[in-house]
């Protein structure tokens, strides 16, 4: 059974650190471009990040992580990591990570086709 399994959300306080992981089972990671989304009630699914198959190794960043997030892989343990520096309460969210079956960076939510089923983070004093 293919399945993307997220982990380490949880509550922090503005200024703060999480890493989040997603780590896969039925299939290698290093075969697709893993994408990491967030949602908050009443808005759509965004985007934060994304890095491409292990043949490539692009990273995309939204403008709004762009300098406090660091997507990488680690092969070995067929996982890939969100690391979030200097939390804001806006990133309050569900973070979801998903798999792409392309071998660049995927920029849609249509484009992926395995996703995890969540964790929450929230940020806030």
């Known amino acids: 059974q293919l399945q993307l399994v997220e982990s380490g959300g949880g509550l922090v306080q503005p200024g703060g650190s999480l890493r989040l992981s997603c780590t896969a089972s039925g299939f290698t990671l290093d075969y697709y471009s893993i994408g990491w989304f967030r949602q908050v009630p009443g808005k759509e699914r965004e985007e934060v990040s994304c890095?491409?198959?292990?043949?490539?190794?692009?990273?995309y960043y939204a403008d709004s992580v762009k300098g406090r997030f660091t997507i990488s892989r680690d092969t070995a343990k067929n996982t890939v990591y969100l690391e979030m520096n200097r939390l804001k309460p806006e990133d309050t969210a569900v973070y979801y990570c998903?798999?792409?079956?392309?071998?660049?960076?995927?920029?849609?939510?249509?484009?992926?086709?395995?996703w995890g089923q969540g964790t929450q983070v929230t940020v806030s004093s």
């Open positions: 890095i491409s198959s292990s043949s490539r190794d692009l990273t």
């Open positions: 998903a798999a792409a079956a392309v071998i660049t960076i995927a920029t849609m939510a249509s484009e992926y086709d395995y």
